[in-house]
Each structure stands twice: as C-alpha cells, then as structure tokens.
C-alpha cells in the first residue's frame, strides 16, 4: 500500500483482538490499543516502521500492562526480509510480542502475530498509571477512536458523558442539572454542566433564586452533530 499510516493497521489489530473475546478500545491514555479480556490487560502500539521510538513507547507500556505488542507493516521481501530475525531477536530478548500486517495486492490486510510477549515476570512499576488507562477504557460505551492517529481529537470518557448531557437538553429543553440527571445523565452531571469546559453550555437563572437552568449552546449542537453515530 502506498502512503501507509499508522491507523491503517489498527482495524486489522482491532478485529484480531476482539476475535478472540477481547474489548478493544484505541488511544486510550497515550495507548494506540489497550484491549482487556477476563482481567488480562494487553497494549499494541502501531508503527509504520520498526524504530527505536516504537521500542520505547512500548518498554513504556510494560509498566502498565500485562503484555505488550508492537505491530509493523510486514517488510516488502516478507518473511525472506534480513531484517526478520533481528526483529524477532529483540523482541524476544525485551519480552515483547510483535504483530506484522500485510496487505494484497487489493489492499486486504492480513495479520500474523509472529511472537507473544513472554508473561511478566517483573511486577508492574506504574500501578497508578494502570488504573487510569482502566478507568478510561471500561468507562468508554465504544470504540470511536483509530488507534495510531496524530492530530485528531480524542473522544474520551468525559466528552462522552457531556455528550449525553447535551444530548438530554437538546431532546427536552432548558433543565436544572437535577432534572438532566434523573433523565438519565451520568453521575457528575451537575459538574459537567456547571464547570462547562467544553462551553457546549449555556445557563439561565431560575427568577431571582440561586437555582440555573441548562440549555445547550450552537457549539453543543454541532458536536452532537459530529458524534451522532455514536449517540
């Protein structure tokens, strides 16, 4: 494939992992894939190239994760390429598993996952940034990101939530948050529409009492627009 990037080989990694049960998510905390089955915790980072930048990001990884991948184009000679062994040799020897993606002459990729991580024998460093990467995952309702995109907008947990909230506005007028919340909003509504970071939100005081009501704004609209799909 000509001009090839990073996201074209996360639907190939993605339908992989989700094939043998797991819950892929993409750009997730700064991870291209983090994918969770029964507790097993496992990240790919996505690479055009096999560099040394992919080999930090993913040594990086290992100190959150239970398995590390890394995924390559499959070099153009293929499995003949000189550079295979030393690859694999590598990775080996850094415990970590590497995934190459291929495409036909018609673009259909097809994916080998040429080595698995050795399971960790060293505990995990980072315990702290483990939960957060956890807590966004489990917290997303699907998988709206492409993993290995640069200079896109991330839909995180949070937009997520604020999204519902507009969405609740939009469909039934100007509300307190108490009201959005009962309609189904998420737990930190009254935070979501009072802080209102992403100014999707516009209030209005109640008479002369301290109470608001919440409508959402131009800016609000078009992002429920722009995420429709997902809602």
Not at 76 to 87: E, H, L, T
Not at 134 to 156: P, Q, Y
């Amino acid at each position: 494939m000509d001009k090839l990037r990073e996201s074209d080989l996360y639907a190939p990694v993605r339908d992989y992992l989700e094939g043998l049960g797991y819950e892929v998510r993409g750009e997730v905390r700064g991870c291209d894939i983090a994918a969770v089955r029964d507790g097993e915790f496992i990240v790919v980072e996505l690479k055009t190239g096999f560099t040394l930048e992919l080999i930090y990001q993913a040594l990086d990884r290992q100190r959150i994760a239970d398995g590390v991948y890394v995924a390559v184009p499959l070099p153009k000679r293929g499995y003949m390429a000189p550079q295979i062994k030393d690859m694999q040799s590598l990775c080996r020897r850094l415990e970590l598993g590497l995934i190459f993606v291929g495409f036909t002459s018609k673009g259909a990729p097809q994916l080998d996952v040429y080595l698995n991580p050795k399971e960790a024998g060293r505990p995990r460093t980072n315990r702290k940034r483990r939960l957060a990467v956890l807590r966004e995952h489990g917290g997303r309702t699907g998988s709206a990101n492409t993993g290995g995109v640069t200079r896109t907008k991330i839909l995180t947990v949070y937009k997520e939530q604020a999204l519902l909230v507009a969405k609740i506005l939009r469909d039934n007028g100007p509300l307190l948050a108490q009201t959005v919340k009962k309609l189904g909003g998420p737990p930190n509504t009254a935070a979501i529409l009072g802080r209102n970071p992403l100014h999707w939100f516009t209030r209005t005081r109640e008479g002369g009492e301290t109470r608001y009501t919440y409508h959402v704004n131009r800016q609000g609209l078009e992002a429920l627009e722009q995420y429709e799909g997902l809602l």
